[in-house]
């Protein structure tokens, strides 16, 4: 985008209309002087002679000035020079914009409570508990609002990790653990083991140990050598930020901690990590202008958007959004299926199994692979599941 | 359902596929030029405040130049004092002329400081932060979204505890809502005002709103048997848009001979309090194009595009991973009669790590068909001593066992 060439158009908007005010002010101000004055000489007048005739001259003067201000025509070319380099300024934003992004955009039940209820629950999970009560108020879908009690518990979790106050992440681990280790997280032990840390650098060593004793042990058959590296911690005591083990008391620690926590407790929730609305609508803005493209194409073929069930082309969206794995066999140009699943030949090249029983012309007997000169058999070639 | 395309394909990524960083470059890139109704709000403030301003300077220097040239000065004392006396009422004239000037100004000030917020707003697109710029993003489309559905209150409380009340059109919006509110009250005035205001522009694009509203002043006379006054009220309003509106005009000017508590279903609608509600949604429509927004909230908008980009057959089998936002009901049922993307290429996500296979990170394949990323296996093999664990099926086998796979 060309920011620079928008910036110097509008400057010329914005020089114009500082003109076109000053301009009017200037009349307004020159109006008034020229009939200040007159009044102040009518006044003189007054108090010496008693002569109308006077008045009435001293008015034609004023007048005759006034006409000669053309002070309306001066504001008029002002105006006319400002929508000048508005329209300019307006032509610039059309070339650099698309300036019509509903176009892609299917006109269906997109329900509003629906819409509703995902904005609410945004607020929750995000932490912002005013706004989504405020939200919930206004909008009215009060009995949707599921996210809030917990995601109530985890912020106030997380609040506490960051006056560095461990007790209620322990306590929520410790009430979740089986179901942690079924995620195989290590998050119990890491959050314990930070709190030895912590003990630590109070410097009651006495109390580590004893913390190490009592919720560390439990730990110590699965993870021989984390425990092992924070014993040695022992040695370090007053100088961790010196030893190898300083990564143990470095805030980046507490806040790789804390986005785990995160992971975690959304994932036993059974909600995503990253809030759903805010990926959909980043995926909205990378698949937007292809989308766009797409409708300008089919209504120069006069084929039917509105309705179409599948894309005729890939939309290019970051692999961040890849949640599925899709393979597309190279031969056919086909998504795989259950009736068609993608097949590994010898040579380690993969097509459809409808491409094999093709190049297998349904024999037994070699083929070569359409991608290198190795040659294959039907039975060789193994299934993949991605 | 295929449908051939085969005009040059508008998918930049069309092989040979761009590298990653590449891609998501002219991605950024390509989804500013989406920003139009972030820049183009302003200015149509600022031209709108601006024609008011210079309209009124116009109007009141025309006046007081009118009025004192038509000063005369009768003979007499009190001639000459009536005269200083109509003088000195034109001097307060143009300072209250000048004040408003003033204050015109002051807005205009605040309008171009919101264009150029906006502009600077698209320059930090580029500026490395990603997450920030997305951050504020999706909360300005928030605050669209709020004021358009008329849920003030939380677009101006997020506007201000995000900071971004120069790139939201909060008092745009305000200024629409004295009409709509008026409208949902029944008074057609405020309505009327506004398109008085805005009249040049409305006609340009053909806008029948005033004529709407006229007809339903016309149709509330007849309701309340002001027969009389509705025809006078007809003649005076309605006539002017017989040449464009003929049909309506004739349908509703034959109510006063049904009356509002006619059976004839055609004319029946009209005096149904509905016809309210199709004003406010009309009246918005002629706002928004006034102002160069989007008919639709730009949330619904981008929320169709993702969910179209998102929506894979594979959503809606058992076990679409939960990351994946059409896992979950609302946003499954927002995509429902939307189309599913395609994939000219495979894209390949390791069961274990969700990354992408790609050539740094290629699929390896175990004896069983089962298949994995690099990193994953490598990482397992190196834990149990090279031994694998397929967790699928809980096959085992060796690391040395693994071949790789080429997928083109
Ligand atoms: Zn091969």
């Known amino acids: 985008m060309e920011l620079d060439s928008l910036r110097e158009a509008f400057d010329r908007v914005v020089e114009k209309r500082v003109l076109s005010s000053t301009k009017v002010q200037e009349a307004i101000d020159q109006i008034v002087n020229e009939v200040k004055q007159v009044i102040s000489k009518m006044q003189m007048m007054d108090t010496d002679s008693m002569d109308s005739c006077d008045h009435s001259s001293i008015l034609a003067e004023l ?53 509703n209820k995902i904005i609410a629950n945004h607020f929750y999970r995000q932490g912002l508990f005013d706004l989504g009560d405020s939200f919930v108020h206004e909008c009215g879908e009060s009995d949707e609002t599921y996210l809030k009690l917990p995601f109530q518990e985890m912020y106030g979790i997380l609040e506490a990790m960051k006056a560095r106050n461990l007790e209620p992440a322990l306590t929520w681990a410790a009430n979740n653990h089986d179901k942690l280790l079924q995620n195989s997280s290590m998050l119990e032990l890491k959050l314990h083991s930070l709190q030895f840390v912590e003990i630590l650098t109070k410097g009651r060593r006495d109390d580590a140990l004893q913390y190490a004793r009592t919720h560390l042990v439990p730990f110590a058959s699965l993870n021989k050598a984390e425990i092992q590296k924070l014993m040695a911690c022992l040695i370090w005591v007053d100088r961790l930020e010196q030893s190898p083990y300083a990564e143990f008391v470095s805030s980046t620690h507490w806040e790789k901690l804390a986005e785990e926590l995160i992971h975690q407790f959304c994932s036993l929730l059974g909600q995503p990590s990253d809030s759903p609305l805010s990926v959909t609508v980043s995926a909205g803005f990378q698949g937007l202008p292809t989308l766009l493209k797409l409708t300008t194409v089919m209504a120069a073929k006069k084929q039917e958007w509105q ?17 599925h794995s899709v393979f597309v066999c190279p031969v056919l140009r086909e998504q795989s299926s259950d009736e068609n699943p993608p097949m590994l030949m010898p040579c380690g090249h993969a097509v459809s199994k409808q491409s094999i029983t093709k190049l297998s012309k349904s024999s037994s007997r070699p083929f070569k692979c359409p991608y290198c000169p190795s040659e294959a058999v039907a039975s060789q070639c193994k299934q993949l599941h991605f | ?30 989804s500013v030029r989406l920003e139009h109704q972030l820049v183009r709000v302003p200015l149509e403030a600022l031209r709108a405040t601006a024609r008011t301003n210079h309209r009124l300077a116009e109007k009141e220097i025309a006046a007081v130049l009118s009025s004192a040239s038509s000063a005369s000065v009768a003979p007499g004392e009190s001639g000459s004092a009536a005269a200083v006396e109509h003088l000195t009422s034109l001097v307060s004239r143009l300072h209250g002329l000048k004040r408003k000037m003033e204050e015109g100004a002051r807005a205009e000030e605040l309008q171009v400081q919101r264009c150029r917020a906006r502009l600077d707003r698209l320059a930090a697109a580029s500026a490395g932060d990603d997450a920030e710029w997305e951050d504020i993003r999706l909360k300005r489309i928030l605050v669209d979204y709020m004021l358009r559905m008329s849920y003030y209150d939380t677009a101006t409380k997020l506007a201000e505890t995000s900071g971004i009340q120069d790139l939201v059109d909060i008092d745009v919006f305000l200024d629409a809502k004295r009409v709509i509110d008026s409208l949902r009250n029944k008074e057609i005035a405020p309505a009327l005002a506004w398109c008085a205001e805005n009249k040049s522009r409305l006609k340009k694009s053909k806008s029948k709103l005033e004529f709407l509203l006229r007809l339903q002043e016309f149709v509330e006379l007849v309701k309340a048997k002001n027969f009389l006054q509705a025809i006078s009220y007809a003649r005076k309003y309605l006539a002017p848009w017989g040449s464009t509106h003929m049909k309506e005009l004739q349908r509703v000017t034959a109510t006063l001979v049904f009356r509002s508590t006619t059976n004839c279903v055609s004319y029946k609608v009209l005096f149904e309090q509905n016809q309210w509600d199709f004003l406010v949604d009309q009246f918005k429509q002629e706002f928004y194009k006034l102002y160069g927004m989007t008919l639709e909230p730009l949330l619904n908008i981008y929320l169709q595009a993702g969910l179209t980009a998102l929506k894979t057959p ?28 395609k994939q000219h290429h495979s894209k390949l996500v390791c069961h274990i790590t969700k990354e992408l296979m790609d050539t740094e990170n290629p699929p390896l394949v175990l004896p069983n068909g089962y298949v994995y990323s690099t990193k994953a296996l490598d990482e397992m093999a190196k834990k149990n001593g090279g031994k694998i664990t397929c967790p699928r099926t809980g096959e085992v086998c060796n690391y040395t066992e693994l071949v790789k796979a080429y997928i083109s």
Not at chain 1, 307 to 323: A, C, H, N, S, W
């Open chain 1, 63 to 115: 007048k005759a000035k006034l006409n000669e201000m053309v002070t309306l025509n001066q504001l008029e070319g002002c105006q006319k020079e400002l929508n000048v380099a508005l329209s300019k300024y307006l032509k610039v934003l059309e070339k650099s914009f698309n300036t019509d992004v509903s176009k892609a955009y299917r006109n269906v039940d997109f329900e509003d409570s629906t819409v």
């Open chain 2, 1 to 30: 359902m295929e449908m051939a395309i085969d005009t040059p394909s508008p998918s930049p990524s069309v092989s040979p596929a761009p590298s990653a960083a590449a891609g998501r470059q002219t991605r950024a890139a390509e």
């Open chain 1, 307 to 323: 309705t179409m069930k599948q894309l005729p082309v890939p939309i290019d969206i970051g692999p961040e959004f890849q949640y």
């Open chain 2, 314 to 341: 594979f959503c809606f089998e058992g076990n679409c991973p939960k990351e994946d936002p059409l896992s979950l009901d609302g946003f499954r049922k927002l995509a429902e009669p939307l189309p599913f993307s």
